[in-house]
């Protein structure tokens, strides 16, 4: 039943990562030590967290644990999906994340499309891409460096 005074599309809420956890509740422990997260809140379901909420640099993380039974898994090794998260400065989330257990994947560079970006596999198996912003680099631009690069 639609009310209309009800917004379908909650203000500023248009697209979240939903991660999937052998131990959630341990994936939120990490992303407070890592990222700085804080948790928002949880359903507990059946002796799992059945959802929950992490904030952190201006963004949502849903996360919950693993429920096979409906096709929510974890990463067998790896995730063919990465996470991107512009923030002020990329060399402390990073170092921070690397303190807490992450693995740096590559070291932090500053790209040819105008970003300092930080590549870090958690412990879980999601990866994360931090950036920060260093110029603003037009298409063309970005197209002639990617070509030299």
């Known amino acids: 039943m639609e009310n209309p005074s009800v917004n379908p599309v909650p203000e500023g809420q248009r697209l979240f ?9 341990q994936a939120i422990e990490f992303y407070a030590a890592a990222f ?6 949880r359903l ?4 799992k967290i059945g959802h929950a909420e992490i904030a952190f640099e201006g963004v949502t ?7 096979p039974q409906i096709g929510f898994t974890r990463p067998a090794g790896s995730s063919s999906v990465s996470i991107v998260v512009y923030v002020a400065d990329v060399d402390a989330i990073a170092a921070r994340a690397v303190s807490a257990g992450a693995t740096l994947e590559k070291p932090l560079a500053d790209e040819f499309y105008g970003d300092r970006v ?9 990866r994360w891409l931090f950036h920060s912003r260093r110029e603003v680099v037009s298409a063309e631009e970005m197209r002639r460096r990617m070509a030299t690069a």
């Open 61 to 67: 993380v849903m996360l919950a644990d693993e429920f």
């Open 36 to 41: 700085g997260a804080t948790e928002s809140y």
């Open 118 to 126: 930080a590549a870090l596999r958690d412990p879980f198996g999601h």
């Open 17 to 25: 990562a939903y991660l999937a956890f052998g131990d959630a509740a």
């Open 44 to 47: 507990e379901m059946a002796g």
